[in-house]
Each structure stands twice: as structure tokens, then as C-alpha cells.
């Protein structure tokens, strides 16, 4: 066993001797996962990653999996959204206590948390937000990614901005002015899609245009 294998293997000792809830893993790599399936602990375990393939696994394993919607390097706020995310698919509840295994771009299983899902220690509110207006996570979290990477990224090598409403598309476009032709009329609603991954280069390509992406609460452009 790895040096990896055995902090995965004591911190699931912690999670089961102070009778956790549940243990968050948090990977990159996978290798934390791989530990923990040689393991086969009992405790209750949920696998967040920003890996598509590693999340795909953790799904045909049929465990509890989170899709992180960017590679964040501050394990602490990287570990808020994990549990925010978890709380939104019900795999952990408002009082529950979580031993969380960090995992950073660098380090896999890096450092050991224990929290407690309360107002005080997560940013609850986005969660009730999203539920009230009838936004899916999915939805959200798609928009989040496109945002997250092109800030980060720019296009052809210069910074750039832009901005996506979600919402009641009619209501938007009321209060709306059109000044550019909409580069989207004509395309099918399957080519309009925001959480298919055909699109996200065409939104990206797209952001450079003066004006805001319209998102409807289906996900449609």
C-alpha cells in the first residue's frame, strides 16, 4: 500500500470512529478512489471530482458522485462547494457531520477535515436560491464551468468577458434590447442545449461578441 492508500485507509478509521455521516473524498487523480475500492469500507462514501471520467466511474459503481464544476486550487473553498453540491443532491443533510478527504491539483489526499453542514460553515443560501427559482443544479453548474473557464482561459490569448442570465426567457427579453444578431437563430433546441458538450467551444467563440447569453430554466440558449 501507498503512502496514499494508507491516509485514505486512517482517515477512513477517523470517519468510523467518531461515527461520521459520511466521508467526502475529493480526487484528481483517482488514486484516492482506488484506495478506497480496495478498502470497500462501510461507512457511506461520496466521490467529488472534476474529472468527467472519474466522475462517469464513481456513477457505474453506482457510489454517491459530485461533479465539480472547475479545478480550484484552495482546498478549503473547493471543499464548500463539494458539500454545498452533496446537500443539493440529498446525499448529506443540514446537521450531518462529514469527514472530508482534500485533494489539490498537486497533492492527491493532501489533508484531513471534519465538518459540520451547517449555515456557519457553507454557503447554504445559493442552495435554497436555486431550489426556489426552479434552476436545476446541472443547469447552474454548466454555466458556472463556461464562466469559470473563460475568465481563466480568455480566447486567443487576450482577456475577455461576457455575462449568462438564467431564467424566464421571455420575461428577460422583454426587458431586453437586441443589438447584434442573435448568433444562435436557426439552430435546433438539441444544438441550443447549454449542458451538451458540443456547445461549449461555440459559446466560448461567442463570448467575444458585445451582449449577454440568454439561458432558459430548461437550459436552452
Not at 450531518?96 to 453542514?117: I, N
Request: proline fraction near 3%.
Amino acid at each position: 500500500m501507498n503512502n496514499i492508500g494508507i491516509f485514505v485507509k486512517h482517515s477512513l478509521e477517523i470517519a468510523r470512529e467518531i461515527s461520521s455521516s459520511s466521508f467526502l473524498l475529493l480526487t484528481e487523480t483517482g488514486e484516492g478512489l482506488r484506495a478506497i475500492e480496495a478498502l470497500k469500507p462501510e461507512i457511506d462514501i461520496i466521490v467529488a471530482t472534476p474529472s468527467n471520467e472519474i466522475y462517469r466511474k464513481v456513477l457505474d459503481q453506482r457510489w454517491r458522485a459530485v461533479k465539480l464544476p472547475y479545478r480550484g486550487r484552495d482546498v478549503i473553498s473547493t471543499i464548500q462547494e463539494a458539500l454545498v453540491l452533496a446537500l443539493d443532491k440529498s446525499y448529506i443533510s443540514e446537521g450531518d457531520e462529514v469527514v472530508v478527504l482534500g485533494s489539490t491539483p498537486a497533492w492527491e489526499a493532501s489533508s484531513l477535515f471534519f465538518y459540520s453542514v451547517d449555515r456557519e460553515t457553507l454557503n447554504l443560501s445559493l442552495c435554497e436560491f436555486l431550489r426556489n427559482i426552479h434552476i436545476k443544479q446541472e443547469i447552474f453548474q454548466t454555466v458556472l464551468e463556461i464562466a469559470m473557464e473563460i475568465g481563466r482561459e480568455g480566447r486567443e490569448g487576450r482577456l475577455i468577458g461576457t455575462a449568462f442570465i438564467i431564467g424566464d426567457e421571455n420575461d428577460i427579453m422583454k426587458r431586453s434590447k437586441q443589438i447584434i444578431l442573435n448568433p444562435f437563430k436557426g439552430h435546433s433546441i438539441e444544438e441550443r442545449v447549454i449542458t451538451s458538450p458540443k456547445i461549449k467551444e461555440t459559446v466560448k467563440e461567442f463570448s467575444q461578441l458585445d451582449g449577454v447569453f440568454v439561458i432558459s430554466k430548461d437550459g436552452i440558449i
